[in-house]
């Protein structure tokens, strides 16, 4: 390995130095960061309680596509995300 030199550095000032461009770094790190969340699936009758509205309300906004169903076999399933986006403000 090679040999590095530091000119007119103080020890202090290099170890402020890294500290700063770690912290830089870990900030901008923070910023772009999004902990990956497990998508969370509601079932016909949670989805009609969350919004306190009818099934045939849930099933309707099915049909026009203000929500999305997903299902597996015969089980119908609405991602809560997607619900929470469907509510838009007036």
Known sequence: ???????????EQ???TILEGVKKQLT????????KEPTEYLTRTEVSELL???L???HNWSKRGILKPYGIGSRVYYKRSE????????
């Open 28 to 35: 901008e790190l923070k910023k772009e960061f999004q902990p």
């Open 52 to 54: 306190k509205i009818d």
């Open 1 to 11: 390995m090679g040999t590095v030199q530091f000119i007119q550095v103080t020890p």
């Open 83 to 90: 619900v929470e986006k469907a509510i838009v403000e007036l």
């Open 56 to 58: 045939s309300s849930v």
């Open 14 to 16: 290099l170890q402020t």
